[in-house]
């Protein structure tokens, strides 16, 4: 598992089989923005992480810095994709487009998709050149659906891409999961309802997240969304919109592993899938990687200790 150790403005790797934790790129507690190699390059609170599909090339946003890295792993170089560093709404070329605090990551067959926080929007950059465009939002906030030109969020922090190449959005100030269907240029709600915070279990618009912050697909089977504010982890099987929760307590701040029921999270804030290992959440206030079993549903910590600064978010699992 790759994950961005936020406040520590650094890259790290677990490998689950082992439990071993080691530095992929960046310096603990220096924030800066310089590329580089591994430890001599600079992050200052990097969020979203994702792999490209070689696994050869890690793509970070660099949320603090406005801008979006990538991490060639093989040599731990890190080179600047876009951004200037000063935070905007411009896009264009790499070297000149800018961002706002930056979020969630994705890479897909449209390229690397951004959850591009402050600006409300979903921003898309071209792999072979770096060019910067904006896919979907006005640059305003707001709950419209429809055109991806004239749709809006709020505060998008988390974005995912199924197999099958629909694009899904954790609409954070919208309490909402946001669907996009890049062929049609269409962006809809696919669970929560905008404006309204809770966590009922439902259908579709009829559930309630609060403060979904992160999402993941299973193939074009699920979801799996860390929300933040009410501690849960939540799915969403695509088939029928159907809102689970999977485990934690609703609105119980804590740090408990042990069954679904009684398993507790503090923000949690990423999530990952790996079929071998389940979910992997990254518990921002405990300062610690958990893994959900699908198969014992259960919750057990896999790094980190609670109490002390470790890890923050998780967007990809190699």
């Known amino acids: 598992v790759y994950f961005a ?83 905007g709404a411009d896009n264009g070329a790499g070297s000149t487009a800018t961002f706002r605090s930056p979020c969630g990551i994705a890479v897909g067959p449209l390229g690397i998709l951004v959850a591009d926080r402050d600006n409300h929007a979903i921003r898309r950059i ?20 429809g055109s991806s030109s004239t749709s809006s969020f709020n505060s998008p922090r988390g ?57 993941t697909a299973e193939g074009i089977t699920s979801l799996y969304v860390t929300d933040r504010s009410s501690h849960l982890l939540r799915k969403i099987q695509l088939g029928t919109t159907n809102v689970q929760t999977l485990a934690g307590g609703a609105n119980s701040f ?12 503090a923000e949690p804030t990423g999530v990952a899938f790996q079929p071998t290992y389940g979910v992997l959440i990254a518990d921002t206030s405990n300062h610690a990687i958990h893994q959900y079993s699908l198969v014992a549903q259960a919750v057990t910590t896999v790094a980190g200790l609670a109490g002390h600064e470790a890890a923050i978010l998780i967007h990809r699992v190699n």
């Open 126 to 145: 071209l792999v072979a050149d770096s060019t910067v465009s904006t896919l979907a939002g006005t640059m305003t906030q707001g709950s419209a659906d």
């Open 159 to 215: 974005i995912a891409i199924d197999t099958g190449g629909t694009i899904y959005v954790a609409d954070f100030g919208n309490n909402v999961i946001r669907k996009i269907i890049a062929t049609g240029a269409t962006v809809s709600t696919l669970a929560g309802l905008a404006g309204t915070s809770g966590t009922t279990d439902a259908l579709g618009t009829n559930a309630r997240f609060s403060g979904p912050t992160s999402i």
């Open 5 to 87: 150790d936020t406040t520590n403005h650094t890259i790290r790797k677990l490998v689950l089989s082992t439990g071993v934790v080691s530095l992929v790129a960046g310096t603990p507690k220096q924030a800066g923005s310089l590329d580089g190699i591994g430890r001599a390059a600079r992050f200052f609170g990097p969020q979203g992480i994702a792999l490209d599909d070689t696994g050869q090339i890690l793509f970070v946003a660099d949320t603090q810095n406005n801008k979006i890295r990538r991490i060639i792993l093989g040599t731990g170089e890190v080179q600047t994709v876009a951004g200037t560093g000063v935070p």
């Open 254 to 265: 804590g740090n408990t592993d042990g069954s679904a029921g009684t398993a507790r999270f």
